[in-house]
């Protein structure tokens, strides 16, 4: 009778200890201190049961200390998926962000990056100045930066792109923009450390008649080398605007030019280049994406889009202009670059002949060694948005998640004028994913543009940009002209769905 009792016991306490229980055969597996069910035990919601990973929790699904996996409290399950649906914002990140923006009235974000403790870092302007904002994580102003509020630079200036630079454990904040002089304008790069405080900065005015302009930046990792691209004019030289290209080191409280070498003066007499963003290839080489015009057309009238790559011996070589199926002969440029998981070269911008339409455009690379389109990306080398008669959809920005899709952030342009921050989401062949936001796209219902994007480490994704109304919202050649009541946008986007 006494053994029967002892049986009984410990059965009972099996099944309240179940994962140590010997009578069920139970093989829990631990990884990073978790013990995690075994296929013996009932697996809940949340759960996908494999022989080499049992009762492994779905994709951003977290595991509880009851030994239950949930999703997140604003994620949904899609069971067949077996994945934790995120919706399209992070809505109280991006509730902060707006309160914070209405202290800065008169100001637009252009570019933003994000430091090694997740704080975020955006660059743009404020009441016609070069400003530099940090946040905290959760969208909160980060008060331990420019004495709580925003560094601007001294003058009249504008910043278009950011990047946290990492010497001897110091992530040095840098951003590149223009400063004006009269009625002319010059390159500007200015340095700061982490506490907001201006270190270095250096102009390019080669002569009181040029004009130049950095509109993208890259940190070049093996070497620590800061590359900036834009444009240069010079009245001397046959009234022609050159590729701009900029190649720096920075050693504490000091900026070091070095020479850049190559094609970098094309265009015939009245023509214009310039390279509006970088991407860093695996050997150190740099692409450079931009857009050329020749003579008889503008900086933003008939253009081509153009390719350049600057070596790790810093000299430049024209990889294209081209004109594969799909591509307009004039009225293409591109404005975003960066790599996939096998270090492919993908591009954005727009495409479009006529002045009252043109599409936004994602190409790529067929190879990561080759220049030249993969003619079976999206239809015959390109993607391009069908936004209807009278409306112009172009991308500024581009980023590539952890799947291979492609983010693109840029703006709508309506027949009536007003325009709309828009984000286009692709799969890696170049089709829409139906899976963001349900139709592939997004267009914020307010006068809105996107200028700026950042992939973050959990593939969530940060969108710089502005509000506008009217001519403000009309991009000249620096970007997008400022609105005396716009207010920047700093939004953070949700993982995308795997599939």
């Known amino acids: 009778m006494m ?59 977290v595991l509880q200390s009851n030994g239950l996996c949930s999703c997140p409290s604003t994620y949904t399950l899609n069971a067949e998926l077996k994945e934790c649906i995120a919706p399209t914002f992070d809505t109280a990140f991006n509730a902060k962000t707006a309160d914070v923006a209405n202290d800065f009235v008169q100001s637009k974000g252009n570019d933003v990056a994000v430091q090694s403790d997740g704080k975020i870092v955006m660059v743009g302007s404020y009441k016609d100045k070069l400003a530099i904002w ?38 040095y904040i840098i951003a ?65 605007t050159s590729l701009g290209v900029w190649v720096y080191n920075f050693n504490p409280n000091t900026l070091s030019k070095i020479t850049v070498a190559g094609d970098i003066t094309s265009p015939a007499a009245g023509g214009s280049l310039y390279g ?79 002045a009252n339409t043109s599409s936004l455009a994602v190409w790529k690379m067929s190879s990561p060694t080759l220049y030249s389109i993969d003619q079976s990306f999206a239809d015959n080398g390109s993607f391009l948005s069908d936004p209807g008669t ?28 007003t325009s709309n921050l828009l984000v286009i989401v692709t799969k890696k062949t170049g089709s ?3 899976n963001f936001n349900s139709s592939g796209q997004y ?5 809105s543009f996107g200028l700026g994007l950042s992939r973050q480490n959990d593939d969530s994704l940060l969108v710089a940009g502005g509000t506008c109304s009217g001519q403000a919202c009309v991009p000249d050649s620096v970007g997008i002209v400022n609105d005396p009541n716009g207010k920047f946008i700093l939004l953070k986007l949700n993982p995308l769905v795997s599939q």
């Open 3 to 61: 053994t029967k009792k002892i049986l009984i016991i410990s059965f009972s306490l099996c099944l309240f200890f179940l994962s140590s229980c010997s009578l069920f055969n139970n093989t829990s597996n631990s990884r990073a201190g978790t013990k995690y069910l075994s296929p013996q035990a009932s697996c809940g919601d949340g759960y996908v049961n494999t022989p080499s990973s049992p009762c492994v929790c779905y994709t951003r699904a």
């Open 134 to 171: 940090r946040f905290n994580a959760d969208g909160s102003l980060d008060t331990s930066f420019a004495a709580g509020s925003a560094y601007t630079y001294s003058s009249t200036s504008a910043g278009n792109a950011v990047k946290i630079l990492k010497k001897n454990s110091i992530e």
């Open 176 to 240: 590149v923009g223009n400063i004006k002089a009269g009625t002319n304008e010059h390159m500007l790069i200015v340095v700061l450390d982490p506490s907001g405080k201006l270190l270095a900065q250096d102009v390019y005015a080669n002569t009181s008649s040029s004009w130049s302009n950095a509109y993208g930046m890259i940190i070049r990792s093996t070497t620590s080398e800061i590359i900036v691209t834009g444009y240069r004019y010079e009245a001397t030289t046959s009234n022609k």
């Open 276 to 354: 509006s963003s970088l991407a860093v290839k695996p050997s150190g080489a740099v692409v450079i994406v931009g857009a050329g015009s020749t003579p008889d057309g503008t900086l933003k009238g008939c253009e081509k889009m153009n390719i350049w790559e600057l070596s790790v011996q810093n000299t430049v070589t024209k990889k294209l202009p081209v004109s594969p199926i799909n591509i307009a002969d004039c009225g293409t440029a591109s404005w975003g670059v960066a790599l996939d998981s096998e270090d492919t070269v993908t591009f954005n911008g727009k495409n479009g002949t006529d």
């Open 390 to 417: 009278g409306i112009k959809e172009e991308a500024y920005a581009i980023a590539v998640d952890k799947n291979d899709k492609i983010i693109n952030v840029g703006k709508r342009t309506n027949a009536d004028g």
């Open 432 to 434: 829409i994913d139906a």
């Open 443 to 447: 267009v914020d219902s307010s006068s």
